[in-house]
Structure formats: structure tokens, C-alpha cells
């Protein structure tokens, strides 16, 4: 499964982005899939998670509540809507894929893409 993502980029405080990710390779749309985030100096941590039918969502308790993860299994494309973003989402984010649910709540799945760059400015 080769992931693709794209959308990030330069926002102000409280402001909005909406990130993609498309994945291609067989059975794609089968896969659970989330997001991921690296800020400078941090570890890579988990953002959000989605069923591969959509069924089930889990986020972090940092962004409940502001960023909406989905999927349109048709395009093989996961999605995370980011509403009043702060500073400290400033962070290089990653989609990434994987059979298990478990792969993705443990931070290990198979499957990473690129990063694309969030930066919220005060």
C-alpha cells in the first residue's frame, strides 16, 4: 500500500486546514488508516484513527473535539478536518495504514506516507 498525503501548510491561530491522504495499492480501501504527528524536538505521535468501513473513529484526547478524521472508501482517500488550530499543532503530519486496528492504536502500523508540513502561527 503506498500512501500519498497533502494539504498542510501555514495557518493562524484558530484557523482551519483539511488534510488528505490517498491510498493506492490492492485492497487499499480495506485498510484502517490514521494520522500521525512529529513536532521539532518530539516523538511521533498518534492524532486520529478510522475503521476501514468508517465505522469506528478514535482521537487523541489533545485534538477531541477540533480535528474530525473520515474516509471515501470509493476514492481510497482518509481526510482530517483541523479547526481552531494552535501553535502546538505545529508539526509535520503522516498518514499511515493498516490491516489491524491495533497497528494503528499502538503506533505501529505497516504502512507510512510522506509527511506534509502544518505550521500555526500565533
Known amino acids: 500500500v503506498q500512501l500519498q498525503a497533502s494539504g498542510g501548510g501555514l495557518v493562524q491561530t484558530g484557523g482551519s486546514l483539511k488534510l488528505s491522504c490517498a491510498a493506492s495499492?490492492?485492497?487499499?480501501?480495506?485498510?484502517?488508516m490514521g494520522w500521525f504527528r512529529q513536532a521539532p524536538g518530539k516523538e511521533r505521535e498518534f492524532v486520529a484513527g478510522?475503521?476501514?468501513?468508517?465505522?469506528?473513529?478514535y482521537y487523541a484526547d489533545s485534538v477531541k473535539g477540533r480535528f474530525t478524521i473520515s474516509r471515501e472508501n470509493a476514492k481510497s482517500t482518509v481526510y482530517l478536518q483541523m479547526n481552531s488550530l494552535e501553535p502546538e499543532d505545529t508539526a509535520v503530519y503522516y498518514c499511515?495504514?493498516?490491516?489491524?486496528?491495533?497497528?494503528?492504536?499502538?503506533?505501529?502500523?505497516?504502512?507510512w506516507g510522506q509527511g506534509t508540513q502544518v505550521t500555526v502561527s500565533s
Open positions: 495499492g490492492r485492497d487499499a480501501s480495506r485498510y484502517s
Open positions: 478510522i475503521w476501514w468501513n468508517g465505522g469506528s473513529t
Open positions: 499511515a495504514a493498516d490491516q489491524r486496528w491495533r497497528g494503528l492504536i499502538d503506533s505501529t502500523p505497516t504502512y
